[in-house]
Structures are given as C-alpha cells and as structure tokens.
C-alpha cells in the first residue's frame, strides 16, 4: 500500500515533465515560428507538432544552452561585419551546428517534414 502511494506522489509532483523546462513565451515563439515553416499541415496539426518538437529540443538543451545556441545559428545569416560574430569563432559555429542537429532530430520524431 505505501509503495503505490509513493509511485502516487511521484506522478504528482508539479514541474517533474521537463528536466529543462523553458519559459512558456519562448516555448509559444518556437511554435508559432515552426508552424509558419509548416504551412501545409492543418493548423491545429502544425500547433501539435511543433509543440512535439520544442519539448523534445527541451529534453535534450537547458535554457540558457538554448537560448545560445539558437542565437548562434540565427545570427549566422547575419550579413557583413556584424555577422562575423556568429560566423567565425569554432565554439560559436559548434554550438549552432548542435542546435541544428538537435532540432533536425526533433522534427523527425514529431514528424516535421
């Protein structure tokens, strides 16, 4: 009896879901930005797999290491001097390439095409 009221408890504890967990306005942005590249699915399709592909790139990504990551691959296509920025240090150019892999892999297992 005390071991499934334990496993209860568990399954209830509030904030467990993600192990990095993201503001709900950043998690709103992906999505509203990924189901504008998807404009062929049907909207609430597009919302949900979308939805499927933040919480995976959450699972594997802390915030912080998102929000740097995402700012590296963005600001690559920045154009001239300023851009350089994002488009010559190794470290920068490694993190935007992690990010790229790591949500290419979540479109395949939310099934983004």
């Excluded at 935007?96 to 095409?113: H, Q, T």
Aim: hydrophobic share 35%; charged share 25%.
């Amino acid at each position: 009896m005390n071991k499934h009221l334990a496993w209860l408890a568990l399954l209830l504890l509030p904030g467990t879901a993600f192990a990095y967990d993201y503001p709900t306005y950043d998690r709103v942005e992906f999505v509203l930005q990924c189901a504008q590249q998807y404009p062929d699915y049907e909207y609430y399709g597009s919302l949900y797999k979308c939805s499927c592909a933040i919480d995976a790139i959450a699972k594997e990504l802390k915030y912080d290491d998102y929000v740097e990551s995402y700012t590296a691959l963005r600001g690559q296509s920045t154009r001239g001097e300023a851009g350089g920025v994002f488009r010559d240090p190794p470290e920068v150019q490694k993190m935007a390439k992690r990010y790229a892999e790591i949500k290419a892999k979540a479109g395949k297992e939310c099934l983004l095409k």
